[in-house]
């Protein structure tokens, strides 16, 4: 039981960090957004690349009403819903963990 518990709670880390990663990819979209940045041209793979997780996130979003005039608040609600899936998984984590 103790190999498993550690296995799980090994998991953890992972799940921070991929939050982590997800949560700056956005934030790098969103300021890049801002200075009119084609990503898909063919010279930028890695911006390509960026665009192409970030529009994964951002897809659910994007069919709601959340824009206020020309502000799209949908990359704010990715935000929330992140953090919010990032301690949910956490939290199971930890209770399956026995903690």
Do not use: H
Request: charged fraction near 10%; include cysteine; hydrophobic fraction near 60%.
């Amino acid at each position: 039981m103790d190999i498993a518990r550690q296995l799980i709670l090994s998991v953890v880390p992972l799940v921070n960090i991929l939050c982590t990663v997800l949560y700056w990819m956005l934030v790098i979209r969103i300021v890049l957004s801002w200075f009119g940045v084609n990503p898909y041209t063919s010279y930028n793979e890695l911006l390509g690349a960026l665009f192409q997780v970030t529009d994964q996130l951002l897809k659910p979003f994007r069919k709601l009403p959340l824009t206020i005039g020309m502000i799209d608040l949908s990359p704010i609600v990715a935000f929330i819903t992140l953090q919010f899936v990032q301690r949910v998984l956490i939290f199971l984590l930890y209770r399956l963990a026995g903690l």
